[in-house]
């Protein structure tokens, strides 16, 4: 082990520390931000104060400058509480690293008067820049923008013209906060404390050096100066995916808990059985889940340890990008496999609105809808690799 990958590893394992140690306020404070639609201020100022959100961010700006696996390791440990605040914390670190891509210009304008910036975003280009004098107009909506109310800049898609009026690029442009509404549209079953909602620009002027081109980044390309801050080299497409597992890890191993504790007492209905814990078909539904979330932690593990050695030592091939893409599915639906089988197994009580399994059931199966985990894009991506085709089916790989 090098002296780099020692580092990281006790970062790693530092990190993590700090995230368990806010189990119990983020576990006490879940149901608030579940009722509220947002997560309390008072769970955003312990992530805050614990460097969550910052993980991310160069050490230049005074950030932690970490890597993917310690961003997973963090995510996993605070959804092990609340699986919103683990969202929005891996939000808000993961589009930090994505402001890092763009022109050293714009990196000091969103960190260097401001080391505590908070950056979100949304990739889909649901909007349109105008080409103008030093830069552009861009107008349009984005949904789906995690932790907005807690936002300082947003990184959102567009499609921007040319003089001609015709599509030139599709990019990602850096907005203040300021410069954009928010339309409260965030009504669903799960991850409501997310506060995931529509951002609005109206004629916003975006300058040029906070653009960055999706199919350049998509291919390794990036318009920052190196600094010698191997984090920045890592893979678009595997880092933007990959992130959006740690959550879910954490609900997996958060529903095997509960109903694991619950199992020393809960009896198991209409059976000889005073305790579930008794029951060979309990313990056996406990078993399959428990080595599902250990088969879906061994992927992403594994995947974010091959993009974070990349970033080091060279851009991941379009084939790896594959791998990593199918894997980051794959094991999301183990994840919710697991957790189908222990709501099963724990009965009805798991539905009841006092307990924090029916939560973990919504925000695990809304969060693994995210357009990044579909599953069938994915396996379609790596296999058209296995296979030798050569179609290109999304930017994201």
Known sequence: MDSTTYANSLLTREVAGRAAALQPLLRELAAQGDADRVIPPAAV???????????????????????????????????RADGSAAWVAMIISVTNWLACLFPDEAQEEVFGADPDARVTGVAAPTSVGERVPGGWHVSGRWAYNSGAPYATWAAVGSLLKSEHGEVADQALVLIPAADLAIDDTWYTAGMRGTA?????????????????????????VYPR?????????????????????????????????????AADSKPLAFTIHGRQAESVGFQTQVAEAALKVETARLHIYRAADEVDTAAAQGPLDYPARAHIRAQAGYAVQEILGAIGILLNAHGSAAFAEASPLQRIWRDANTAARHAGLVPLVGLEVYGKTLLGVNDRVSLMV
Do not use: W
């Not at 801050?229 to 595997?238: I, N």
């Open 225 to 261: 100066s190196s600094n010698g801050e191997t984090l920045y080299g890592a893979s678009f497409g595997p880092m933007l995916v990959l992130c959006l597992a740690g959550p879910l890890l954490g609900l997996g191993q958060a529903a095997l808990d509960t109903v694991a504790a």
């Open 196 to 220: 995931s909602n529509t951002l609005i620009a109206q004629d916003v002027f975006v300058p040029e050096h906070r653009v960055l081109s999706v199919p350049a980044a998509a291919e390794g």
């Open 45 to 79: 100022k312990a992530l805050s104060e614990a460097g969550m959100f910052r993980l991310l961010t160069p050490a230049r700006f005074g950030g932690l400058q970490a890597d993917l696996r310690t961003l997973t390791a963090m995510s996993e440990a605070v959804g």
